[in-house]
């Protein structure tokens, strides 16, 4: 039996697949510490909110009618008019229910956006899809029918006090030419907990309207929900932006919603895509983010529930790791958002990927670094310095790994 090209492509082994495979291993394995995957905080106060809306969901009937009907293929008309009307609201921007589309995940939506924008054209040219500012987050890398879909330009990087650093676009020598299609860029940002300044995204964004392309940001962890951003920053949108958000990180991963906010033309061709891919994107996720919105506790839960919860963890976090692993043996990215912390081992005599293994036997699960610079061009060693760890585990299983780690990089600069 053979495959087509589509199907060597997307079997191949690939980052994404081996973080799953590996997430699957260690959910299988007593005593293994996941630090590696991207799975929010099972926060209790979220808990018992979701368990409390879905009984009255259910009660109301709901539920039943989520489950029991398809939507359109641009998803829950319900729900696009109570996000276009909070958006409009909220942060002013001129939107309608035609502006929104939803999709079955995030990932899903920039497979489509990917190749909707990048690739091959009719004419015979390609276009390619510009991250400006790498690390980038791991799920892009696979996500382009083409082959050498992607490319990145690698960061300014800012040394801070207190053992912390953080990445800065450098516009003097971004690869935007004329084989750029799409520019993308996640804010904040997974891997690093990175946000772009409001200068930065403003300047991409002028940047991607002088050349006719869109700008795509990846909101998966941002404003106005759910809000794990812990800088301030002044969220943008206009005819050229093309907005991506999603409920997984207010503690919904398992109700796979993307959404999608865009002009008309691109929300039509999502929607065209949507009903030849999947008929219609799942219903019981927006259901649950309509009844939200309704009663106004999306933002509201956002501000007042989660990012208090992540950012009390994640200060919990830095100070364990600082415990074990001084300034000069490891610096953090200074950590602005989402759900990881970005750790650079400057001079380490090993690769992160052969550190990875070697926590990886030792039932610590995180994940090297290498895997986050999508369609770099050139070898960059700080590739190989740099690993991922998820902050949301208790802070008795973190102390442990991170002790792990430390007696790892101890052996390894011994050695």
Known sequence: MSFSQFGDKFTQHSGISRLMEDMGEGLRTPGTI??????????????????????????????????????GPRGKALLLDALAKMLREELGWPLTAQNIALTNGSQSAFFYLFNLFAGRRAD???KRVLFPLAPEYLGYADAGLEEDLFVSAKPNIELLPEGQFKYHVDFDHLPLNDDV???CVSRPTNPTGNVIT?????????????????????NAYGVPFPGIIFSEARPLWNP??????SLSKLGLPGARCGIIVADDSTITAIGNMNGIISLAPGSIGPAIANEMIVRGDLLRLSQEVIKPFYQAKVSETIAILRRYLPEDRCLIH??????????????LPISTETLYQRLKARGVLMVPGHFFFPGLEHEWPHTHQCMRMNYVPDAEKIERAVQILAEELEAAFKN
Not at 199 to 217: C, F, K, R, S
Not at 240 to 245: A, P
Not at 335 to 340: N, R, S, T
Request: with cysteine; proline share 5%.
């Open 34 to 71: 996941m630090l590696g995957g991207g799975n929010p905080a099972q926060i209790p106060a979220m808990n018992d909110y979701f368990n409390q809306l879905l009984m009255q969901m259910h009660q109301d009937g709901q539920l039943s009618e989520a489950l029991c009907n398809y939507d």
């Open 124 to 126: 015979g040219s390609k």
């Open 181 to 183: 299609g799409l520019i």
């Open 198 to 218: 409001d200068d930065e995204l403003l300047q991409l964004d002028a940047l991607a309207q002088q050349h006719g392309v869109p700008l795509l940001i990846d």
């Open 240 to 245: 050229n932006t093309i907005l991506c958000m």
């Open 334 to 347: 200074k950590p602005e958002g989402a759900i990881f912390l970005w750790l650079w081992f400057r001079d």
